[in-house]
């Protein structure tokens, strides 16, 4: 059987990929090595109770906004979104101290100055700058521009050295970078990718009810009406190349699909390993490839409640270190001093939360000693040091959520083997290729590779997010089809 078009994994990435080209005319196949679709925005179920993998929340959803663009375009604004309290959508807690973000950028810059009104002319000039970036998120999409694109500031300046340079107290840097568990903080974090995640929760923040997998099968549901097709459990094991193109991919080690042109919403490193055999891809690429760092993973409590527990509509970031900038960094004391708590909207109208999240940055090299075993089958070492940390994360987090000891009914954890094995994340990083504005060119990947009719999309390319990876999925379409099409479809 030959496409148009064979995609690589059924993530978001891919499947956003599908839509457009599949609707766009072209012929799709979309082969996802799991059981479901989504990557991380799978969603599963214990004893009845229903958890997200990795979906909490988006930004800029709110109607002319940019997620809202795109979502409309891929019909997902009808699925049962649910909007965030604008008095608080993040909690920021700080050694015990409590901030708000508010929904709004004058609102922000208000309320922030009401604690620190010493800043409140920085913190113009803060959202000033995050907000250029919200405002001109599709200006990457103007082929006129798009050769001086990575040259700006934005992309050759740090988040780092910006909030330093912008922003004189020490405490309020603090508070301004407490939202970025949504990425891996590290000082030469290019302030790009800081702003345009940072501002799109600041215009507005959602949850959806019932978990992000929607979001894949509403994608999975269009591509199919489009004539296109969506298929599970097709674990793609080769790449064919023939006389420097890609000819075909080997699914399950033994059916042959034919395409002409293969995107792969896989890692890089996990996509050139599918090429047995290359006359274009030499062992230079590959090293460059695999040099790469990637951003940490996730460790993970996902916790069923009793009753007893507030729901509160927004989520909540707790500290209790001053350097939030290196809390990442490998520690062999595996110690919780960060984590994002997000709860989950109670269906049946309950003031009380029934299930909640406890996330916390976990290094690759905290679990690689685990790395050749299979799920269900690690060990009692590996489920010992899970108890420890989980215990940790429960202790951690009760400081700031009276009763939640007490309210704990079940509770199934989550490291970065678990996000690799059932999400096919390179050793689990929850954010990708790591980037850096000193190698912007060497860590800030194109859809393209050596191979002509091979491309790339997804979260390690050039933004992670929901709506980085959906803006990264346009530029690889556009690679196909021409971006004058692209911004045709998005009435750009």
């Avoid at 059981?35 to 800029?60: I, S």
């Avoid at 110690?335 to 299930?355: D, E, K, V």
């Avoid at 940790?392 to 009276?402: D, E, L, M």
Wanted: include cysteine; charged fraction near 25%; proline fraction near 3%.
């Amino acid at each position: 059987m030959k496409f148009d078009v064979v995609i690589i994994g059924g993530g978001l990435g891919g499947l956003e990929c599908g839509y457009t080209l599949a609707k766009s005319g072209k012929s799709v196949c979309v082969l996802e090595q799991g059981l479901l679709l989504g990557g991380c925005l799978q969603t599963f179920k214990r004893k009845k109770n229903e958890f997200d993998t990795g979906f909490h929340y988006v930004g800029a959803l709110g109607a002319g906004e940019s997620l809202w663009r795109i979502f409309d375009y891929f019909q997902l604004m009808d699925l049962p979104w649910h909007r965030l309290d604008d008095d608080c959508f993040d909690e920021i807690i700080l050694q015990g101290e409590r901030f708000s973000f508010v929904s709004g950028r004058e609102r922000f810059v208000e309320e922030l100055s009401s604690r620190f009104p010493h800043q409140k002319e920085n913190l113009k000039k803060y959202i000033e700058t995050l907000s250029d970036v919200g405002d001109n998120i599709f200006k990457s999409f103007d082929t006129a521009e798009a050769v001086d694109f990575y040259q700006k500031p934005v992309f050759v300046n740090s988040a780092y050295d910006f909030l330093n340079e912008t922003i004189s107290d020490p405490k309020l840097r603090n508070v301004l970078a407490g939202a970025s568990l949504k990425m891996e903080l590290h000082p030469n974090l290019p302030l790009y990718i800081y702003a345009q995640i940072n501002d799109s929760f600041i215009q507005s923040a959602w949850r959806i009810d019932g978990g992000g997998q929607q979001i894949a099968d509403r994608l999975a549901q269009h591509i199919r009406a489009f004539g296109g097709e969506v298929r599970t459990k097709a674990l793609v094991t080769e790449l064919v190349e023939q006389d420097g193109r890609l000819v075909a991919a080997i699914v399950n080690g033994e059916e042959r699909i034919e395409g002409d042109v293969f995107i792969s919403n896989a890692h890089p490193v996990a996509t050139l390993d599918l090429l047995k055999e290359s006359q274009v891809v030499k062992k230079v690429y590959r090293k460059r490839i695999a040099g790469i760092p990637n951003t940490f993973g996730m460790f993970t409590a996902n916790i069923k409640l009793k009753e007893g527990v507030p729901y509160v509509n927004r989520n909540q970031f707790v500290y209790e270190t001053d350097d939030l900038w290196h809390y990442a960094e490998y520690d062999t004391a595996h110690q919780t001093n960060a984590a994002l708590i997000s709860y989950q909207t109670p269906l049946n109208g309950s003031r009380f939360a029934h299930n909640l999240d406890i996330i916390t940055p976990m290094n690759w090299r905290d679990v690689e000693m685990w790395s050749d075993t299979k799920v269900m089958r690690r060990g009692a070492e590996y489920e010992a040091f899970k108890r420890e940390k989980l215990n940790q994360c429960v202790h951690f987090a009760a400081k700031y959520i009276p009763g939640l000891e007490d309210c704990v009914e079940d509770v199934y954890t989550s490291t970065p083997l678990t996000y690799r094995d059932y999400t096919y994340t390179f050793e689990g990083s929850a954010y990708g290729i790591k980037k850096d504005h000193t190698k912007l060119m060497f860590t800030m990947l194109t859809p393209r590779t050596p191979l002509p009719n091979l491309l790339l999309t997804g979260q390690n390319l050039n933004l992670h997010g929901i709506l980085g990876v959906s803006m990264t999925s346009f530029f690889t379409c556009a690679e196909i089809l021409g971006m004058d099409k692209i911004k045709d479809l998005l009435k750009l």
